[in-house]
């Protein structure tokens, strides 16, 4: 066996999910809000201005491969760790290499660091000055929350990328693509995939397309060919790969399944919460699309009428989160039945509104003297801070005005007429407030 046929083996023998990364920005699939054109991040990428960034998502949605993109296209140099097994020295040793590249050759150096919420202060700390310095780029890539999981010297020196999910559809274009590209997909085999079995993968792979394209290669590898070497992979080979039962929906269903269960949430039909949210989960959905829809509902619709729907709601997402699925769906769903029986109320939503247009609209600045810091501030500022009443002198509350004058009369949170939002009028009342 020569060189080139080792070569060869070697990339066959690749994941199909490895194969089929993309290569450049107009192969990369997703991410739109990203990588679009005229976006910030492809102008960086296209004049080889790359700042120190960090790119943050969940799995499979293209985090490392654009970093990839990013090591092809640039002139500089190109250093991949892993925060799990990388140290201190390999720290060390990455921005020596980097030093030499600028000093010697006047390029730029790259550093990858994969799982970068995995790295402690101390790692941190050896690689904060070259960052700060410039002497490397650095593009770290997590599942968690940078701002909450990673030094924050680190975060604050680079640009922080969300990352989506990514769509159905966007998986689905995909899998085409896979089937259909013969240097790095399964174009050489003779494989035909029916929609069903395309669109059941991509519903049930929860935004990964890495577990998408395992799961097509799986149903490829396992699917006994006919006589003429014609693969023919169905639902029922899709449902097997995936390890996943379908309960038969397209994509308009599968929406029209999400509105009608966030719909029965605000009308205080638990019966129907539950089954539209069941049948979402069966079907293939998230469990954790459920859960944060089951969050955002219970302030939107419930909010203060019931402010404890919002604490069942979290702490059923939390459940899911850290119990995972399917011994999460008791707390789940008690969490939709509760919504549903709370008193609802809008008001929460109301206010939020008012206040967000009033910050577009009258942007009135001009924080009154006597609210503002004094620990550094003029004279004249120091000398207002005494016109300050601090409500605990005073029994716990005081007339005062918090708003600025422009703003001073404005009234955005109004109680409404159920549940706690009464008791919140009588606490008002007792307090004496005008408003």
């Given at each position: 066996m020569d060189l080139f046929d080792f070569n060869r083996n070697e990339e066959t023998a690749k994941p199909l999910a490895e194969r089929m990364r993309a290569n450049s920005l107009d192969e990369f699939i997703g991410q739109k809000h990203i990588v679009a054109e005229g976006s910030l991040l492809r102008r960086a990428i296209a004049t080889d201005r790359l700042g120190s960034c960090i790119f943050w998502g969940p799995p499979g949605c293209g985090k490392t491969t654009l970093a990839n993109i990013i090591a092809l296209g640039t002139n500089g140099e190109f250093i991949k760790l892993n925060a799990v097994n990388a140290g201190v020295?390999?720290?060390?040793?990455?921005?020596?290499?980097?030093?030499?590249n600028l000093k010697l050759y006047n390029k730029r150096t790259y550093l990858l660091l994969d799982e970068c919420h995995r790295f402690n202060k101390t790692q941190s700390d050896s690689l904060l000055p070259a960052i700060e310095q410039g002497t490397i780029i650095f593009i770290g890539s997590t599942t968690e929350n940078p701002y909450a999981a990673m030094t924050p010297a680190i975060v604050s020196r680079c640009r922080v990328f969300e990352f989506k999910h990514l769509t159905t559809e966007d998986i689905e274009e995909a899998l085409r693509k896979a089937l259909k590209n013969r240097h790095k997909g399964l174009g050489k085999q003779k494989i035909v995939a029916d929609d069903e079995a395309i669109g059941h993968i991509a519903r049930t792979a929860g935004g990964d397309l890495r577990t998408a394209y395992n799961a097509l290669e799986l149903a490829a590898l396992t699917s006994d060919p006919d006589g003429?070497?014609?693969?023919?992979?169905?639902?029922?080979?899709?449902?097997?790969?995936?390890?996943?039962?379908?309960?038969?929906?397209?994509?308009?269903?599968?929406?029209?399944?999400?509105?009608?269960?966030?719909?029965?949430?605000?009308?205080?039909?638990?019966?129907?919460a539950l089954y539209y949210a069941m049948r979402l989960i069966e079907g293939g959905c998230d469990p954790m699309l459920v859960a944060r829809?089951?969050?955002?509902?219970?302030?939107e619709d419930v909010g203060m009428a019931d402010p404890r729907a919002l604490q069942i709601a979290t702490s059923a997402m939390y459940a899911l989160e850290k119990i995972g699925y399917p011994?999460?769906?008791?707390?789940?769903?008690e969490a939709i039945i509760y919504v549903c029986e709370a008193e609802k109320s809008n008001s929460v939503v109301e206010a939020m509104y008012a206040a967000i247009a009033d910050t577009k609209e009258v942007r009135d600045d001009n924080v009154p003297a006597y609210l503002k810091d004094n620990s550094f501030g003029s004279k004249e500022d120091k000398a207002n801070s005494g016109a300050y009443k601090y409500p605990h002198n005073y029994g716990g509350y005081v007339e005062q005005q918090y708003l600025p004058d422009s703003l001073k009369d404005k009234i955005y949170y109004v109680p409404g007429k159920n549940g706690y939002e009464n008791e919140v009028k009588e606490i008002r009342a007792r307090k004496g407030k005008k408003k």
């Open positions: 020295a390999d720290v060390k040793k990455a921005v020596e290499t980097a030093r030499e003429e070497g014609n693969v023919h992979i169905t639902l029922t080979d899709a449902e097997q790969s995936i390890q996943r039962k379908a309960l038969s929906y397209n994509t308009d269903s599968y929406y029209d399944f999400l509105s009608a269960f966030c719909k029965s949430l605000r009308g205080s039909d638990a019966n129907a829809r089951l969050v955002v509902h219970s302030a011994e999460a769906r008791i707390p789940l769903a």
